[in-house]
């Protein structure tokens, strides 16, 4: 299974940016209230590392939805 998260950003182009390797392989979809979901999947996780993933999305204010919490960005 890939990472499923929700992620409080200004704008796509926000999102695409602080993915940076990621991005171009993640679905990122816009939800109501200023927030993006993103889902980027195994292969792609397994290819960059998970800690290198995890990396990117902690500069996000994001919900996982794995521990059901809004983490704060690093």
């Known amino acids: 299974m890939g990472i499923q998260v ?3 950003a200004r704008s796509l182009a926000e999102v695409a940016e602080k993915l940076r390797s990621a991005a ?3 679905e990122i ?6 927030v993006f979901g993103i889902s980027i999947p195994f292969k792609v996780v397994g290819d960059l590392g998970e800690q ?3 990396g990117y ?3 996000f ?4 939805l794995w521990a059901g919490e809004w983490k704060p960005p690093k």
């Open 6 to 8: 929700v992620v409080v």
């Open 24 to 26: 171009p392989f993640a």
């Open 29 to 34: 979809f816009p939800l109501q209230g200023g």
């Open 52 to 54: 290198v993933v995890l």
């Open 57 to 59: 999305i902690s500069a």
């Open 61 to 64: 204010e994001h919900f996982d």
